[in-house]
């Protein structure tokens, strides 16, 4: 899995990569072998795991484990005892281990604890485990051509790693490259068990529209380190200019999230951006946009008014002491006994509700003081969206709790109103979420459980709009 935090867009789960968690017992059933599910409240979202226990030729056991609601299969379980109705489960990959007791139900009871973090979970029988569907997806052979490609950040000593995705005929096509929001993202931007830019990089080269897709820094086979980089340097504009096959004057530039800081970044320093997507892209300071956002999400879970106000309390504090201190180490320890205090005044319920602990703290502090944070805090996007002179299209679903798109959309039109820019269309999405799915209610924990990775409307939304600005 991966952490899920508020990074500015995001949560940040912690079961990275899947997790460990197989099963054993013999109790009621007397029989541990079998397919086990459970779920993992982890903050503001739940995840299902599947465990599926079998026997060795010498009766010895073993595990796997499925985590549907992220796209993990068959994650490997390096230890698995059974003795006396207690189970205990280990797996390195991901640094976790389970213990549970069985129980006269058949029910197994227990607490998955990585990384320092601890969560109750209880497993139980099932004769089918569920199965992700994604029917958007695309399945091989694509009708247009997928290229692995890579180009280097000479400026940062990196090397970023992609896919360019290009029509089997014609020529001369335009382009468009993607950039994920905040966090550590592959090339398709997974998140819930989805993978909107592979979905949406389908949709538009099947329309004749080239994409460029790239790991973020330290993911997949792009190197550097996402934390030691600002938003101000993680596109690479250039790269598509060289290639024969792209029309070098109809370039242009998705950005999903907080990659709709790059997207404008980019468009001001190069002419060679055509035209410019935000889709949720922030218009509002990061201190702003945190600040809106716990509560909306705080609300969705059913934080009381007095914790939501504790939490905005503590978050204003935490920022006032990364503005007047700079050496992270100090910041760090002011940091860490003030989040400490405040989880002395929430409830064990509250703390188990929110997903809060010392622990979780710890994990959470390198992020807060890192470089990304500090900039991500502070930069006002509008003095740059001021400067953009291209066409922009910017979307936020209506629904989106991450974004707040009332108080987002009308400060992206504000500013490129101000700046003179009279080539844009800004509008939200009625029923629309943080990743474009047609949602009930926008809650994060609705992400995976939904089966629509990007909506139809979303999508042509953004092909139609990108046709009318490189048809002229």
Same mark, same amino acid.
């Given at each position: 899995?991966k952490?899920?935090?508020?990074r500015?867009?995001r ?8 997790? $460990?968690?197989?099963t054993?017992?013999?109790g ?18 739940? +995840?299902? $795991?599947?465990?599926r226990?079998?026997r ?17 299969k ?12 207690? +189970?205990? !489960?280990?797996?390195? $990959? ?9 129980? !006269? ?13 601890s969560?109750?979970?209880?497993l ?17 052979p ?7 490609i890579?180009?280097e ?5 990196v ?6 995705t ?16 905040s966090g ?9 068990g ?7 990089a389908d949709?538009? &080269?099947?329309?004749?529209i ?31 200019k ?8 109809k ?20 002419s060679d ?17 945190? /600040? ?8 969705s879970?059913?934080?009381?008014e ?8 503590? &978050? /204003?504090?935490?920022? /006032?002491v990364?503005?007047?201190e700079?050496?992270?180490?100090v ?8 989040m400490?205090s $405040?989880?002395?005044? !929430?409830?064990?319920e ?37 400067k ?8 936020n ?14 400060s992206i ?16 999405l009625?029923?629309?979420n943080h ?10 924990? /609705?992400?995976?459980?939904?089966e ?10 953004v ?8 048809k002229?």
């Amino acid at each position: 899995m991966k952490t899920i935090k508020n990074r500015g867009n995001r949560i940040f789960i912690i079961l990275m990569l899947g997790a $460990v968690l197989p099963t054993v017992g013999f109790g009621a059933k007397n029989n541990i072998e079998g397919i086990w599910i459970g779920s993992l409240k982890v903050s503001v979202a739940e +995840l299902r $795991v599947v465990f599926r226990i079998s026997r060795n030729e010498d009766g010895s056991l073993r595990a796997t484990m499925d985590s549907p609601d992220q796209g993990a299969k068959d994650i490997p379980v390096n230890e698995v005892t059974f003795k006396s109705g207690k +189970l205990h !489960l280990e797996s390195k $990959v991901i640094m976790g281990t389970y213990d549970g007791t069985l129980q !006269l139900d058949d029910s197994i009871e227990g607490t998955w604890q990585q990384r320092g973090l601890s969560f109750p979970l209880k497993l139980e029988r099932t004769d089918e485990a569920p199965k992700l569907h994604r029917p958007q997806e695309p399945k091989k052979p694509y009708p247009y051509i997928e290229e692995e490609i890579s180009y280097e950040n000479a400026e940062a000593g990196v090397k970023l790693v992609g896919t360019l995705t290009l029509p089997r005929t014609g020529g001369s096509f335009p382009a468009v490259i993607m950039i994920s929001g905040s966090g550590a993202q592959d090339r398709n931007e997974t998140v819930a068990g989805h993978r909107p830019f592979l979905v949406l990089a389908d949709y538009l &080269t099947r329309k004749g529209i080239a994409v460029l897709r790239i790991d973020d820094r330290g993911v997949g086979s792009s190197t550097g380190n996402l934390l030691e980089s600002t938003s101000e340097d993680l596109a690479g504009v250039k790269f598509l200019k060289a290639r024969k096959e792209i029309d070098s004057k109809k370039i242009g530039l998705i950005g999903h999230s907080e990659g709709g800081i790059i997207a404008p970044i980019a468009a001001v320093k190069s002419s060679d951006v055509a035209f410019i997507v935000l889709l949720a892209g922030m218009g509002l300071t990061g201190k702003e946009i945190l /600040e809106l956002q716990s509560g909306l999400i705080l609300k969705s879970v059913g934080a009381s008014e007095d914790v939501i106000a504790l939490e905005h309390s503590s &978050t /204003e504090q935490i920022f /006032e002491v990364l503005r007047n201190e700079e050496d992270n180490l100090v910041a760090e320890k002011k940091i860490r006994e003030l989040m400490i205090s $405040v989880l002395g005044k !929430l409830s064990k319920e509250e703390r188990d509700a929110l997903g809060t602990s010392e622990a979780a703290i710890e994990i959470q502090l390198k992020m807060i003081v890192s470089q990304w944070f500090r900039f991500f805090l502070e930069y006002d996007p509008k003095t740059t969206l001021m400067k953009v002179k291209c066409p922009v299209l910017a979307i936020n679903g209506e629904l989106d709790l991450q974004v707040p798109p009332k108080e987002n959309l009308a400060s992206i039109e504000r500013a490129l109103k101000t700046g003179g820019n009279t080539n844009y269309t800004i509008k939200g999405l009625p029923g629309h979420n943080h990743l474009f799915q047609r949602a009930k209610t926008g809650a994060i924990s /609705e992400y995976a459980r939904i089966e629509e990775t990007m909506s139809p409307i979303a999508l042509e939304m953004v092909y139609k709009w990108i046709l009318r600005q490189t048809k002229k």
